[in-house]
């Protein structure tokens, strides 16, 4: 059936409807009798009325804006201070930018066929307006959703197959952050760039629930606590540049040679998901499985014992903390001297601990 702009649908596999707003590729935005849209694919809807395409919020709210008017006020006095469009309940928590992306998959038990939807969530008290972007290593720059987000929302931004994950290993989102009608702290406007690792759509330990989704997603950072993440970007064409000038520089007199700084030992990193050390789990039970990756940990721990200065950080997934808990006994037991923290966020997520070998005092 075709669907168009200004027809009342309803959700086949939810309940609801709406009229649709505006219709951009496969996705179909539905907007509630709140105002509120909601992008859906249009298999899943079911057009039940026609009508015209009604307002947007944003021209419905300059309406009811204009007409805030006192009733009984004498002509000639001050007009009532306009109210809100919408109602924010605002949080202390909520003043500092969260924003994160997050694929979620159709059928997480059939990764192979499965369809993923990219979801940004705006944990704060700001609007945003974003664009969200994809490229391939050989492409330019594609932008697959942009608009506006409202605080404390979660939006889906798109649907795609694995045939498309090769025009996504790269991906991008830009966003600007104000509120409506109240005071504020200025945020800086922000572009984060990310590399995407295409193949860990095909792995299942991938997804899993986090704070903001009971279901499997896989998620990304692309600001924790009003700090954008970041990532070194290199552009190609000025490192080749930056090579030539180097040759084609005239030869200066070497200087003589201080003493090399002494360097520390490379950092070591174990990822301790059983799903990257055993290819087959058939009859392991969860005891098993967490002695198996114990094992792995102690193994890696005496190969650098003998190495002061060592950094390992072991990635140990967020999950319950079972395998967190059980690493932390192990080095207070058997490691007391070494140092523990917790490894970098930005780069190996929170679940991850960071050691530093110490030799004991004897």
């Given at each position: 059936m075709n669907i168009q702009i200004g027809n009342y649908v309803r959700f086949l596999n939810d309940v609801g409807?709406?009229?649709?707003?505006?219709?951009?590729?496969?996705?179909?935005?539905?907007?509630?009798e709140d105002g509120f849209e909601r992008p859906v694919p249009a298999s899943e809807l079911v057009v039940v009325g026609e009508g015209k395409p009604q307002a947007s919020r944003y021209e419905r709210a300059i309406e009811v804006k204009s007409k805030l008017v006192e009733p009984d006020k004498p002509k000639g006095e001050e007009k009532a201070k306009p109210r809100p469009a919408f109602h924010i309940e605002e949080t202390p928590e909520g003043e500092q930018l969260n924003i994160v992306l997050a694929y979620e998959p159709r059928e997480v038990k059939h990764l192979n066929t499965t369809t993923f939807?990219?979801?940004?969530?705006?944990?704060?008290?700001?609007?945003?307006?974003?664009?969200?972007?994809t490229r391939s290593d050989e492409s330019e720059w594609t932008t697959r959703n942009h608009g506006l987000v409202e605080p404390g929302v979660q939006v889906q931004l798109d649907?795609?197959?694995?045939e498309d994950l090769n025009a996504m290993t790269h991906?991008?989102?830009?966003?600007?952050?104000?509120?409506?009608?109240?005071?504020?702290?200025l945020k800086n406007p922000a572009l984060v760039v990310q590399r995407l690792d295409v193949t860990r759509f095909h792995k299942l330990h991938t997804f899993h629930a986090s704070e903001y989704f009971d279901t499997p997603v896989f998620s990304i950072d692309i600001v924790r606590?009003?700090?954008?993440?970041?990532q070194l970007v290199i552009d190609s064409s000025e490192l080749e540049a930056a090579m030539r000038e180097k040759h084609d520089r005239?030869?200066?007199?070497?200087?003589?040679?201080?003493?090399p700084q002494q360097r520390?030992?490379?950092l070591v990193v174990q990822d301790l998901h059983i799903a990257e050390l055993i290819d087959n789990l058939a009859g392991m039970s969860n005891a098993d499985i967490l002695n198996y990756q114990l094992d792995k940990f102690n193994e890696v721990m005496r190969a650098?014992?003998?190495?002061?200065?060592?950094r390992i950080v072991f990635i140990h997934g967020k999950g319950e903390g079972v395998l967190r808990r059980a690493l932390l006994e192990e080095l207070r037991r058997h490691y007391p001297a070494c140092e523990v923290q917790d490894a970098s966020f930005k780069e190996y997520g929170f679940g991850a601990t960071q050691v530093t070998i110490h030799q004991s005092k004897k």
């Open positions: 409807g709406g009229q649709v707003s505006r219709i951009e590729g496969k996705l179909v935005f539905v907007e509630d939807f990219p979801i940004l969530v705006n944990d704060s008290n700001y609007y945003l307006y974003f664009s969200y972007m649907e795609f197959g694995h991906i991008a989102v830009q966003y600007v952050a104000f509120k409506q009608e109240r005071h504020f702290k606590s009003d700090r954008p993440a970041r005239p030869m200066r007199p070497a200087k003589p040679k201080s003493k520390g030992p490379e650098h014992l003998r190495h002061p200065g060592q």
